[in-house]
């Protein structure tokens, strides 16, 4: 069949062209809407400009054919073979082109709004400023792709090879890249802000001045990448892998990396304001200086040494731990959570719920908070639950004012100092907690009282992993004194004299000494 042929069966309103062999033809501008072209051979053929809506061209072989400017909105292009053809401006619109093969084809200013590309193969392409907003790109192949400019909004491109692609200034927000390959891909100046990358890999790839605001990197793999300027603002990094990556002058404020390992990771000039330098795997790091200030505006920049860098970004996160001697039930449990509920409606240095691992025997509640010098004020409050509470915070308030610099310690400036900023802490926190008003929480149980009743141990973590234990019940692990009947105080009459002994002084000491402070 020619040309000539093919238009006269058109326009006689044929539309049943399968598997026709038509190579070289030109059938530029013509109108074609609705026909069916499956595995038909059209290879040279030039359809520049033509109306093919609607089109059905599955299976069709269109190698080097020349369909720029083609109106092939809505057209099924499944399993097409396109490679090296030219679809300059081609109009594909909700166009289907599901394994369609379009290696090193020409897609400048294409528009695939909506089209469904899953699996196609797309390999060196040019997609330079094509649109391909909301289109399905799940699993395709674009290795070494040229997407400059290109617009993706809302995309979806999981587990899509994008291996050396170009997608510098290319527009992603919102984009799906969850477990893409992204490796050595330049993705400088683009726009991915919101967009899913978790389990992606981005190992070696180029994120310079990228804006990647409100994205979710979590377990991401970007060793080696290249972060320099780029925008991490309240991005997820959870368990990201950032070894020997490039985060210089990188805007990380409210970023949560928690988990990341940042070995040999370079972070001069980095935005930390409100990042947790807690959980993190951070040795080997370079780091010069960091800017601190909440607007990234180097209104508050903080210098260090590289002892000084590898001390700030290994520390342990500060922790309160209460053990009850006592497995917790699930009324208890209940009884817990609301008193603690109440607790910080009223005290917001107790905000974050505590994380419970409870066993056979015991049961740990511990409070992971963001600074040193919160240690003893979060114990005081954290304990109130329980009927250890008087002599916890009467071992806590023992405990500052035996090192008080008036006693003839001799602290030094830095220590005295803490031991001030403690004090004044400790002494709101008190305050605060006189106007506290908790309404007791009741259930009609005995193992409920049993537990709130059971022996604590109260033990303060600070950021250097040193821990002191600032109250142990002597009947701590002594089932058998909290039986009922049995006199306690018959059986150890030295309990109330235990009940308040503290540490000595020098553990003390050394445990503030490891208090972590910038400038130290």
């Not at 916890?392 to 090192?403: E, G, P, V, Y």
């Not at 149980?445 to 600032?470: G, R, W």
Request: glycine letters at 6%; aromatic letters at 6%; a neutral charge.
């Amino acid at each position: 069949m020619d040309a000539a042929e093919l238009q006269a069966k058109y326009a006689a309103g044929e539309r049943d062209f399968t598997a026709i062999l038509l190579c070289e033809a030109n059938l530029s501008r013509i109108d074609l809407s609705g026909a069916n072209f499956t595995e038909a051979i059209l290879s040279l053929t030039n359809l520049s400009g033509a109306n093919l809506v609607g089109t059905n061209l599955r299976k069709a072989k269109l190698n080097v054919a020349r369909l720029s400017g083609a109106n092939l909105n809505k057209a099924n292009l499944s399993g097409a073979i396109l490679n090296v053809a030219n679809l300059i401006r081609a109009d594909l619109r909700e166009a289907q082109l599901v394994e369609a093969t379009l290696i090193r084809a020409e897609l400048i200013r294409a528009d695939f709004s909506n089209a469904n590309l899953s699996g196609a193969n797309l390999s060196e392409a040019d997609l330079r400023e094509a649109t391909l907003r909301e289109a399905n790109l799940e699993q395709a192949d674009l290795n070494g792709a040229h997407l400059r400019g290109a617009c993706l909004t809302g995309a979806n491109l999981e587990r899509a090879n994008l291996h050396r692609a170009d997608l510098s200034r290319a527009d992603l927000r919102g984009v799906n890249l969850c477990n893409a390959e992204l490796r050595q891909a330049n993705l400088s100046q683009a726009n991915l802000s919101g967009a899913d990358l978790r389990g992606a890999n981005l190992r070696w790839t180029d994120l310079s001045g990228t804006n990647l605001t409100g994205a979710d990197l979590g377990e991401a793999r970007l060793s080696g990448a290249n972060l320099y300027g780029a925008n991490l603002s309240n991005v997820n990094l959870l368990n990201a892998t950032l070894v020997h990556a490039d985060l210089t002058q990188a805007n990380l404020i409210h970023a949560d990396w928690v988990g990341a390992d940042l070995t040999g990771a370079a972070l001069t000039g980095a935005k930390i304001y409100a990042v947790s330098r807690f959980g993190l795997k951070a040795d080997d790091i370079t780091c010069d200086w960091v800017d601190l200030s909440p607007n990234g505006d180097r209104s508050h920049i903080q210098r260090f040494t590289a002892e000084e860098a590898q001390k700030y970004f290994n520390a342990t996160p500060p922790t309160v731990q209460i053990i009850v001697d006592r497995p917790l039930d699930p009324n208890a449990n209940f009884i817990l959570a609301a008193t603690y509920r109440q607790i910080a409606r009223q005290y917001p240095g107790l905000s974050n719920p505590p994380s419970i691992e409870v066993n056979s025997r015991r049961t740990i509640i511990s409070f992971r908070i963001d600074q040193d010098e919160q240690l003893f004020p979060t114990a005081f409050v954290a304990i109130i639950p329980f009927s250890d509470a008087a002599f916890t915070q009467k071992n806590i308030i023992s405990l500052l004012r035996m090192i008080q610099p008036q006693t003839g310690n001799n602290l030094g400036v830095r220590v005295s100092n803490l031991v001030a900023q403690l004090s004044v802490a400790l002494t709101q926190t008190i305050r605060k907690i006189g106007e506290m008003k908790i309404q007791p929480v009741r259930l009609d149980n005995e193992t409920v009282s049993t537990f709130f009743q059971s022996p604590t141990q109260t033990i303060l973590s600070n950021s250097s992993a040193e821990s002191l234990m600032v109250h142990y019940h002597p009947d701590f692990g002594r089932h058998l004194i909290n039986l009922p009947g049995v006199n306690k105080t018959a059986i150890n009459p030295t309990i109330k004299a235990q009940r308040l002994t503290t540490p000595p002084i020098n553990t003390v000491i050394e445990f503030i000494k490891g208090f972590y402070q910038l400038g130290d």
